[in-house]
């Protein structure tokens, strides 16, 4: 199954949990698409003591996951795209959102 995940959350715990679900669909053989808009692009900042953010977004991608990070939202924020999260626009959600059999978002 082809899974898309949007994360419009910036809550470290909401997160965390979405980019778990990622890893645990991708273990279970799905392909898995994670595209972060809106407050979502700031994941990269989001670890605290109880969640590790950023391991679950390595994990995430070292099992085959892709992401794509809205180029609009992080220009807002003024922040730039990185290795971990790269750059994407609205050409890039649509194209996951078409090809997905399914859409989450947290």
């Not at 980019?19 to 979502?40: C, S, W």
């Not at 390595?58 to 794509?68: C, S, T, Y």
């Amino acid at each position: 199954m082809n899974i898309g995940i949007v994360i419009y959350s910036n809550d470290a715990e909401t997160v965390w949990n979405a980019f778990r679900y990622g890893n645990f669909a991708l273990k279970g053989g799905d392909r898995v698409e994670i595209f972060l808009t809106g407050k979502g692009v700031e994941a990269q900042f989001l670890d605290t003591e109880k969640f590790d953010v950023i391991q679950q977004i390595k994990d995430f991608l070292a099992n085959g996951g892709m992401v794509g990070t809205c180029g609009t939202c992080l220009k807002i924020r003024g922040q730039e795209a990185s290795d971990m999260l790269p750059l994407a626009g609205m050409k890039d959600m649509h194209a996951m959102i078409r090809e997905s059999d399914r859409i989450i978002s947290f």
